[in-house]
Nanobody
Framework: QVQLVESGGGLVQPGGSLRLSCAAS????????MGWYRQAPGKERELVAK???????DHADSVKGRLTISRDNAKITVYLQMNSLKPEDTAVYYC???????????????WGQGTQVTVSS
């Protein structure tokens, strides 16, 4: 099986910074796109940012210039650097990865358990 374990969430004041990490482990032959999603209370889960295996990134308009996704393929880890945080960034943040568990299997989607980010004074 594949596990995605997030860390780095917490409580921060408006204008502050946090760095989220998501480490993948388990039966992994290869990993494609990795991404961060978030879900605020009463709202649907939305894409925050994603990054391909080659390093191409895509960020939601609402976070451009403030939140930045990156990955370390050697560590099988994806990061989300969060700067200039706003109260509207408050949500549970989920890591997502497309994983192939062996050479004959298609890519499948896996999710982490989520980490809470709260932006409040």
């Amino acid at each position: 099986q594949v596990q995605l374990v997030e860390s780095g969430g917490g409580l921060v004041q408006p204008g502050g910074s946090l760095r989220l990490s998501c480490a993948a482990s388990g039966r992994i032959f290869s990993i494609g796109t990795m991404g961060w999603y978030r879900q605020a209370p009463g709202k649907e889960r939305e894409l925050v940012a994603k990054i391909s295996s080659g390093g191409n990134t895509d960020h939601a308009d609402s976070v451009k210039g403030r939140l930045t996704i990156s990955r370390d393929n050697a560590k099988i880890t994806v990061y989300l650097q969060m700067n200039s945080l706003k109260p509207e960034d408050t949500a549970v943040y989920y890591c997502n990865a497309e994983v192939r568990v062996d050479a004959y299997e298609p890519l499948s989607n896996y999710w982490g358990q989520g980490t809470q980010v709260t932006v409040s004074s």
